[in-house]
C-alpha cells in the first residue's frame, strides 16, 4: 500500500524568505506521480505543482519547486520569497498507477505553513 | 467559466437523515472522486468513477452511495449508515487520461446535530 508522510504539522516562515515542506512516501511501484496541493482557510483545495516519477528534472512552477530525490523517496516542496497569502496547508498527495486504481490519490496529513510579516 | 460546483456550501442535518451533496463539473472531465476530510487530517478516497454509469468504492464507503447518470454530475449520498458523518466534503475531477490531474471544487461542510 502507498504511504505518504508530512512530518512537520506546522511550519513558520519569515515574509519574502524561503520554506521547505517535507514529504516522504512510500510505494513499490516503478511508476507513480507526486503532488501538491494548497488548502487556505476557505477549504478549496489548489493543485500547485506535479512531478512524474520518471521525471528527469525536478519541477518547478513559479515561486513552487518540488525538490524530487528518488533514493531517499522524497519530494518536498520549496516556496521562494514567501508572501502572506501563502499562509495555508499544505498537501503532499501520490498518485497510484494503473488503469485499475482509477488514478486515486493518497494524502499525506498536511504542513500548516503560517508567513509573519 | 468552467469548474466544478459543490452544493450547498454548509449543510446540517439532524442524526439518522440521508443527505445528499451535489457535485458537476463542467470541464468534461471523465473521471470523479469523493473525498472526505476531518479536522487536522488529510483527505480520504469515498468513491470514484472513471465513466458514466459505473463506481469503485475507495477506502471508507461504508455508509455512503454515490450514482453516475450523466458525465457532469457525482452526486455523494450520506445515509444513516455512516456513524460519525459530520466532516468536510471534497469533490474532485479529471480528464480522460490517467496521469492528468485532479482538480477539486470548493467543498461542502455537513454538520450533524
Known amino acids: 500500500a502507498q504511504k505518504i508522510t508530512q512530518t512537520q504539522p506546522g511550519m513558520f516562515v519569515q515574509e519574502k524568505e524561503a520554506v521547505t515542506l517535507d514529504c516522504t512516501y512510500d510505494?513499490?511501484?516503478?511508476?507513480?506521480?507526486l503532488f501538491w496541493y494548497k488548502q487556505p482557510s476557505s477549504g478549496e483545495m489548489i493543485f500547485l505543482i506535479y512531478?512524474?516519477?520518471?521525471?528527469?528534472q525536478n519541477a518547478t512552477e513559479g515561486r513552487y519547486s518540488l525538490n524530487f530525490q528518488k533514493a531517499r523517496k522524497s519530494a518536498n516542496l520549496v516556496i521562494s520569497a514567501s508572501q502572506l497569502g501563502d499562509s495555508a496547508m499544505y498537501f503532499c498527495?501520490?498518485?497510484?498507477?494503473?488503469?485499475?486504481?482509477?488514478?486515486?490519490?493518497?494524502f499525506g496529513e498536511g504542513t500548516q505553513l503560517t508567513v509573519n510579516p | 467559466d468552467g469548474g466544478i460546483t459543490q452544493s450547498p456550501k454548509y449543510l446540517f442535518r439532524k442524526e439518522g437523515q440521508n443527505v445528499t451533496l451535489s457535485c458537476e463539473q463542467n470541464?468534461?472531465?471523465?473521471?470523479m472522486y469523493w473525498y472526505r476530510q476531518d479536522p487536522g487530517q488529510g483527505l480520504r478516497l469515498i468513491y470514484y468513477?472513471?465513466?458514466?454509469?459505473?463506481?469503485q468504492k475507495g477506502d471508507i464507503a461504508e455508509g455512503y452511495s454515490v450514482s453516475r447518470e450523466k458525465k457532469e454530475s457525482f452526486p455523494l449520498t450520506v445515509t444513516s449508515a455512516q456513524k460519525n458523518p459530520t466532516a468536510f466534503y471534497l469533490c474532485?475531477?479529471?480528464?480522460?487520461?490517467?496521469?492528468?490531474?485532479?482538480?477539486f471544487g470548493p467543498g461542502t461542510r455537513l454538520t450533524v446535530l
Open positions: 474532485a475531477s479529471r480528464r480522460g487520461h490517467l496521469l492528468d490531474t485532479q482538480y
Open positions: 510505494t513499490s511501484d516503478p511508476s507513480y506521480g
Open positions: 512531478q512524474g516519477s520518471y521525471d528527469q
Open positions: 498527495a501520490m498518485r497510484e498507477a494503473g488503469e485499475t486504481s482509477g488514478s486515486r490519490l493518497t
Open positions: 470541464l468534461n472531465h471523465d473521471a
Open positions: 468513477s472513471q465513466i458514466v454509469n459505473d463506481f
